[in-house]
């Protein structure tokens, strides 16, 4: 099976050995984001909220770049450096994704990189 590289400057470069997100057969496999500017690699700090609204953006990002959007996703992972941030995480995450909405596992971690507070991989189906 073949494997083809996914690039965008539209969502943050990748920080190390891994590409934004990899195509094989009709799958997108999308690696983890983090709230950065994609402009300027800087973290934001923000709330929970804010901080997921541009992790998801980022994530929407690499996913045009793959030619398929948020409706074509089937699996997510969330990470949070603080489980009590689920509630304010979940509402902001439910508007970016239709009904049916994909499968998810949430889970909470000691740290994320550079002191953020959320990381959201996804695995979509191109049609």
Sequence with gaps: MTREAISTTNAPA????????IVAGDLVF???QVPL????GDALQGT????????????G??????????????KTSVFLADINDFTA??????????????A???VGVAALPRGVKVEIE??????
């Design 14 to 21: 990748a920080a190390g050995p891994y590409s934004q997100a």
């Design 30 to 32: 999308c690696a983890g």
């Design 37 to 40: 500017d994609p402009a300027t």
């Design 48 to 59: 929970i909220e804010e901080q997921t609204e541009r992790v998801l953006k980022n994530v």
């Design 61 to 74: 990002a690499v996913l045009d770049a793959a030619g398929v959007g948020f409706a074509d996703v089937v």
């Design 89 to 102: 995480m979940n509402g902001v995450y439910a508007g970016f994704f239709p009904d049916p909405p994909p």
């Design 104 to 106: 998810r596992t949430t």
């Design 122 to 127: 996804v695995i979509a189906r191109r049609p």
